[in-house]
């Protein structure tokens, strides 16, 4: 993480002059997102910096125990702050008109995008990007770190909660040697790994599992390119009670059947718009990035996604997107 240290020299200082900052978590925000722009906003309020956390989205299933959410806000003003942080996924950026309204201001502030995903630097940022973290909550706490800031429990726990997230419990390849030194690190601050895995993986709702139970029974494999897929249609989230964020987890069981190299599971989202999440393993060797970049999606090489205009539909035995 050496060379991130150059970035973290330039970002304490600049966040000695710096008194409102906006901070943006991603569409659809995860743990990771939530774990880092939470973490960040406990570092800003003891030095006296009254930061402003904005999600597009609501937060939904697991995240949701974890986070003190009702601290969201779901607008924002760029002419109240002074300062735009991009935590966990760059394309935030353009995807919320945050990049609309930052080129509209008479005085330019400064933006700073932190992230670990693969071609995420932006244009006119202070990038702090390292694509071997973890996760961003990663680069938070090195950050932290980098500046001498004491973590108090709750803020160990909430840079837990994005790792523990981002590595499926510390079960992915992105797992390195240096995230359990930093998660070891967060358990001495008092941190937990049996609340945040009771709220991400053994929590599971009633509604979540009957979902699950849909989407298993409807799934095949394609034997020529070896993908496992499934899909859920809003009447399915409807049906059972279950959220959106109920949805994850889903590809990852899909992604274990052994006669696939990945999973595609696809999800009506709003009215018209699918979402298509993608999984594979490193020992599978394959590149699901790949197939999202064709969609215009994007993501990472084991975890990626993209969206398609369309509705899905039962004809009869077959379901097609229209
Ligand atoms: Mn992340």
């Known amino acids: 993480m ?14 000695k002059k710096i008194k409102q900052p906006l901070l943006a978590v991603h569409p659809g925000p995860d743990t990771d997102t939530l774990g880092a722009a939470f973490a960040l906003a406990a570092f800003f309020k003891d030095q006296g910096i009254k930061s402003t956390i904005f999600s597009q989205d609501q937060v939904t299933g697991g995240p949701v125990k974890l986070f003190p959410i009702q601290k969201l806000n ?42 670990h995903h693969l071609r995420s630097s932006l244009d006119d940022a202070l990038n702090v990007v390292n694509t071997k973290a973890a996760a961003t909550s990663e680069i938070i706490y090195h950050f932290l770190n980098h500046v001498n800031y004491p973590l108090s429990q709750t803020t160990a726990q909430y840079l837990l909660n994005g790792i523990y997230a981002d ?27 049996g609340k945040v895995n009771q709220a991400l993986f053994a929590g599971k709702s009633l509604g979540a599992l009957k979902l699950w139970g849909i989407a298993l029974n409807r799934a095949q494999v394609n034997p020529k390119i070896k993908m496992a897929v499934s899909f859920i249609t809003k009447k399915d989230l409807a049906d059972c009670g279950a959220s959106p964020g109920d949805i ?14 990945f999973s595609l599971i696809l999800s009506e989202k709003s009215e018209g718009e699918i979402k298509a999440s993608l999984r594979s393993e490193e020992f599978k060797k394959v590149d699901v990035s790949k197939i999202a970049k064709a969609f215009r999606g994007g993501g990472h090489k084991l975890a990626s996604g993209f969206e398609i205009k369309g509705k899905l539909r039962q004809m009869g035995n077959q379901w097609v997107i229209e």
Do not use: M, V, Y
């Open 74 to 115: 779901s607008e924002f003003d760029l002419k109240n702050h002074d300062a735009l942080f991009i935590i966990d996924r760059h394309d935030t950026f353009f995807q919320t008109g945050l990049d609309k309204a930052f080129n509209q201001l008479d005085q330019k502030i400064p933006l700073i995008n932190i992230d």
């Open 167 to 193: 590595t499926g419990g510390f079960r992915h390849t992105n797992t390195s040697a240096e995230t359990l030194e930093i998660s070891g690190e967060l358990l001495r601050k008092g941190a937990s790994i």
């Open 248 to 261: 994850s987890g889903l590809s990852e069981i899909l992604n274990t059947i052994s006669e696939s190299n």
């Open 2 to 15: 050496e060379h991130l240290t150059e970035k973290f020299i330039i970002l304490a200082d600049l966040i």
